[in-house]
């Protein structure tokens, strides 16, 4: 499998953590009365758990295949690294 030629740029594991203590811890809370609301809120929660496992396995496979993963903390680095052709509009 060829390499990429640069570090595969992911969301630092902390961005879901936060998001996930977030609408478990307070969104929850307020959003326990409705359930309407708390039905989308709970679906929301799923999602997130849903894409940070799909993105350790995505690291996983990289790793298998020797692909280096770089985790990005904020939109600025990117483009710090990245040329504008580089990134997908």
């Not at 996930?20 to 307020?30: D, K, Y």
């Not at 997130?48 to 280096?68: F, G, H, N, P």
Request: glycine content about 2%; charged content about 20%.
């Amino acid at each position: 499998m060829a390499n990429l030629g640069k570090p595969l740029p992911l969301p630092s594991h902390i961005h879901y953590e936060l998001l996930l203590r977030l609408l478990e811890q307070q969104t929850m809370a307020v959003a326990y009365q409705n359930p309407q609301i708390r039905s989308q809120v709970q679906d929301l929660i799923v999602a997130l758990r849903k894409a940070l496992s799909q993105q350790r396995q995505l690291e996983e496979t990289c790793k298998q295949v020797k692909i280096d993963v770089e985790y990005q903390w904020s939109t600025n680095q990117l483009g710090d690294r990245f040329l504008p052709e580089d990134v997908a509009p």
